[in-house]
């Protein structure tokens, strides 16, 4: 079990722990992109903490309470299509949470900058045991994200397994990581 902090079960506005403990990582003033972003928990997160946050999902209902907000610009952007729909952009730090289309993982790595940091939990194999997702095209298989990630990434944290949030029980996958120009040494996590 990797512990009771996992914004496994989360209501719209509670940003997940995993993003929270590893936000010290995103300068304040950075570009973020919030993928498949819902409600935006994580944008208003962010946009919170003085950055600029690109918050894109192809749900136009989930993310209309985000057009007025501060810092962030809210698209409706169909992130499955064959065409990456950001080609053109770049990102200070990516965060994703709750979501995986395996073919958007290499457009993910290329949109980070120099120095950008990646930071993203869903679930994995496993959590089919727990109710949804149990279609194994959303669930992560082990070690997945970490092969993903370690050869164009410096690993901050990584962790897979059970976690147990209020009635909720899931499988997760989650990594902090951070791109080959990041500045060292890496911040400690803040007390």
């Known amino acids: 079990?990797?512990?009771?902090?996992?914004?496994?079960?989360?209501?719209?506005?509670?940003?997940?722990?995993?993003?929270v403990r590893f936000?010290?990582?995103?300068?304040?003033?950075?570009r973020v992109l919030d993928l498949a972003c819902g409600a935006g928990r994580h944008a208003r997160f962010f946009a919170d903490r003085g950055c600029r946050v690109l918050a894109v999902d192809r749900d136009a209902a989930a993310i209309v309470g985000l057009q007025r907000i501060r810092g962030i610009d809210a698209r409706v952007v169909e992130l499955e299509s064959e065409q990456?729909?950001?080609?053109?952009?770049?990102?200070?730090?990516?965060?994703?949470?709750?979501?995986?289309?395996?073919?958007?993982f290499p457009h993910l790595l290329a949109a980070l900058t120099e120095a950008g940091v990646l930071l993203y939990e869903t679930f994995a194999r496993g959590n089919e045991a727990y109710g949804r997702p149990s279609n194994p095209d959303f669930l992560l298989k082990r070690d997945e994200l970490l092969d993903v990630c370690?050869?164009?990434l410096a690993i901050v944290a990584f962790e897979q397994g059970y976690v147990r949030v209020g009635q909720?029980?899931?499988?997760?996958?989650?990594?902090?990581a951070v791109a080959p120009g990041y500045p060292v040494p890496l911040p400690l996590i803040p007390h």
């Open 168 to 176: 909720r029980e899931a499988v997760v996958q989650r990594i902090a």
């Open 84 to 104: 990456w729909p950001l080609a053109q952009e770049r990102f200070d730090a990516i965060v994703v949470a709750n979501y995986l289309h395996r073919p958007l």
């Open 1 to 19: 079990m990797i512990g009771h902090d996992a914004a496994v079960a989360h209501d719209a506005s509670t940003p997940s722990a995993w993003i």
């Open 150 to 152: 370690q050869r164009r």
């Open 23 to 30: 936000a010290h990582l995103v300068r304040r003033d950075a």
